[in-house]
């Protein structure tokens, strides 16, 4: 049995009929919804964790047929296993064919609009895009177009990239690509700008202040909401009541 055949094999065996039905409703699969049509198993998180770590060596060839895949439990143990192999790829995994940083970062651009659910891109976006680009210095103009893309998904890629950035204190990317959301329509954006400036604030909450002072106004409901959640009572309430 191949390598592909056997993780499928092992995703399979683990599946809870149950707990599926329960994930079709949570991730909004039906008709007209954000997920419409996504399959699922019913695997807990951890037990695709696992999954991906017993086959941290398959290739991208294999990684690229798990993401096409219309099982979610497929697609995001793919990108599990590209986070990983990111994290631990050398010189002699890209003699392998296994995947260098640039080929993997390369191939998940390639491959976005099989990132298609909020928890395929939070768990992989900031750790392929944005450590790539912090870390090789490369020009950031991928999430700038990203952030323009008229699909939901590649524009949350491009905001949850931005993570690793602000985990470095580096906040002007982040800063500049949620204000160009702020006339988004989609729930899933404004909660996403939202986490976003919630970290910057974490990290400094001067920034966040700057920025709210600026935009707070305009900003859709959900997003302030988020982006304020750890701010004292009376300072989020003026920002609620437009008091600031």
Not at 160 to 171: G, V
Request: glycine share 4%; net charge positive; aromatic share 10%.
């Amino acid at each position: 049995m191949n390598r592909l055949s056997e993780i499928k094999k092992q995703i399979q065996k683990q599946a809870n009929p149950a707990k599926a039905r329960i994930l079709q409703r949570f991730f909004k699969t039906g008709k007209g919804e954000y997920g419409e049509g996504d399959m699922f198993l019913g695997l807990t998180v951890p037990k695709q964790r696992m999954i991906a770590n017993k086959f941290a060596d398959l290739p991208l060839k294999d990684i690229e047929k798990l993401l096409k895949s219309k099982i979610h439990e497929h697609r995001l143990i793919a990108l599990l296993i590209l986070v990983e192999k990111y994290s631990n790829s050398d010189h002699s995994d890209a003699i392998r064919g296994f995947g260098s940083h640039k080929q993997i970062y390369d191939f998940y651009l390639a491959n976005s609009k099989c990132i298609n659910n909020w928890d395929l891109v939070d768990l992989s976006a900031e750790k392929i895009i944005g450590r790539f680009l912090y870390d090789t210095k490369t020009h950031r103009k991928v999430v700038y177009h990203l952030a323009k893309s008229k699909n939901l998904w590649e524009r949350r890629i491009a905001i949850l990239s931005t993570f690793y950035f602000i985990k470095n204190n580096q906040f002007t990317d982040t800063l500049k690509i949620a204000e160009k959301l702020l006339s988004d329509k989609n729930d899933l954006i404004h909660k996403a700008v939202g986490w976003m400036l919630r970290e910057i604030g974490k990290r400094n909450v001067k920034v966040l202040e700057k920025f709210l002072e600026s935009n707070y106004k305009k900003m859709p409901r959900t997003a302030l909401r988020y982006a304020i959640e750890r701010l004292p009572e009376k300072v989020r309430k003026g920002y609620l009541l437009g008091e600031v």
